[in-house]
């Protein structure tokens, strides 16, 4: 059964940072697209990052580039997001969906191009 876990979520000062992990079961994390969406309350669930299957590329969102980064572990089947310099605006659960193929411009990448995704893990920024 392939499954996704997401944990590190958390409360964090402005400017502070967080890192978020994916902890994929039943599949290898190197062998599909993984991203990662956020939903705030009241709002659509937008795709934030996905990081590419051999290369290991990755696209991010216009509202998080130069803040966010994704890395990927093989060995631990692990996906992370590496967020820095959080703003009051990025509050919000933190999806990371499995089992696309399409890693490219984050304006064309949709939810239900994703058929795996966990329970997420809310994100807070506030002083």
């Known amino acids: 059964q392939l499954q996704l876990a997401e944990s590190g979520g958390g409360l964090v000062q402005p400017g502070g940072s967080l890192r978020l992990s994916c902890a994929a079961s039943?599949?290898?994390?190197?062998?599909?697209?993984i991203g990662w969406f956020r939903q705030a309350p009241g709002k659509e669930r937008e795709a934030v990052s996905c990081?590419?299957?051999?290369?290991?590329?990755?696209n991010f969102a216009d509202s998080v580039k130069g803040r966010f980064s994704v890395s990927r572990d093989d060995a631990e089947n692990t996906v992370y997001l590496q967020m820095n310099m959080l703003v009051p605006e990025d509050p919000a659960v933190f999806f990371c969906?499995?089992?696309?193929?399409?890693?490219?411009?984050?304006?064309?990448?949709?939810?239900?191009?994703?058929?795996?995704w966990g329970q997420g893990t809310q994100v807070t920024v506030s002083s």
């Open positions: 990081i590419g299957t051999t290369d290991g590329r990755t």
């Open positions: 969906p499995g089992g696309s193929t399409f890693c490219g411009a984050l304006v064309a990448i949709r939810s239900n191009q994703y058929p795996y």
């Open positions: 039943g599949f290898k994390v190197g062998n599909y697209v």
